[in-house]
């Protein structure tokens, strides 16, 4: 019985691997990733980090992410497309995480989450070019609408992800939602009067906690800050990417670019292949 499971993994194993024949590149950075992070497993593993190695076993399903799209939208996934996706997995699971990319590099996050914006709004475009080109659809949607609605669909997922990393944070205590220095503070709870009138706190360079000070140079923003920057950048990623797809649906510019980043929709005929 076992035997008989292997057996079919392995064939199910093998059977994904027939659709890198034509990309070459993308196979050859799809088992260099898969190699480093389970390197990355074994590492966290000897240190006693369980975090990071969660982080790390989290990346290698990830990793499956481009199979499980082209399976589930039946589409094909672009090399550029599928490569970024692969690089983004262990860039910010692995490299962010494990490696402490986050805290080693400030612009690190914001870079992914850029990215995290422009690749979900190509994913949403997929998703209604692929209404578009279904043979029971009764509607075509104009160029404009798809940008807008696929605009949606990414700021969509860069909400529910800083819901996630709230989560994390609230009930597990982690801090996804980095903390930022501030200087200065404006709040209408430091009005004594019990009033609404906004009280401004300016060049703070220290606070204390319980009698102590934090050492920090100012005072520590809880979150907000690194979550309107991440769901802002992922606002200039989704933009540009749907600005791209207008263009290209309207007046086929940026031909080959939108090419490289827009999965391509199969569409069965009339005699059902």
């Not at 990793?63 to 692969?86: C, N, Q, Y």
């Not at 009033?195 to 140079?217: A, E, P, Q, W």
Request: proline share 2%.
């Amino acid at each position: 019985m076992l035997k008989g499971k292997m057996g079919r993994l392995m064939k199910k194993f093998f059977n994904n691997l027939k659709k890198y024949e034509n990309k070459k590149s993308v196979l050859f950075i799809y088992f260099t990733i898969r190699i480093l992070t389970l390197a990355a497993v074994i590492i966290s593993c000897i240190r006693g980090n369980w975090g990071d190695c969660l982080s790390c076993v989290l990346a290698l399903f990830l990793l499956l992410l481009p199979s499980v799209l082209e399976r589930g939208l039946k589409v094909e996934l672009p090399s550029a497309l599928e490569t970024v996706i692969i690089l983004m997995v262990y860039a910010a699971w692995v490299l962010g995480e494990s490696e402490s990319f986050y805290i080693r590099f400030p612009w690190w996050d914001t870079m992914l989450h850029t990215m995290n914006g422009f690749l979900c709004a190509a994913i949403g475009y997929a998703l209604f070019d692929l209404l578009n080109k279904h043979p029971a659809s009764t509607f075509n949607l104009r160029p404009l609408y798809m940008a807008l609605m696929s605009f949606c669909f990414s700021m969509t997922i860069g909400v529910l992800w800083e819901f996630f990393e709230f989560g994390a944070d609230y009930f597990f205590h982690l801090d996804m939602q980095k903390d930022t220095v501030i200087t200065q503070i404006s709040s209408v709870m430091l009005d004594l009067s019990g009033g609404n009138k906004v009280v401004t706190i300016s060049d703070i360079s220290d606070v204390s906690v319980n009698g102590r000070s934090l050492g920090m140079g100012g005072y520590i923003d809880i979150g907000l800050y690194d979550t309107m920057g991440d769901l802002f950048v992922n606002f200039i990623g989704a933009a540009v990417c749907n600005l791209i797809g207008f263009f290209y649906a309207s007046k086929k510019k940026f031909y080959k670019f939108a090419q490289s980043f827009i999965p391509k929709v199969f569409v069965k005929d009339s005699s059902g292949k």
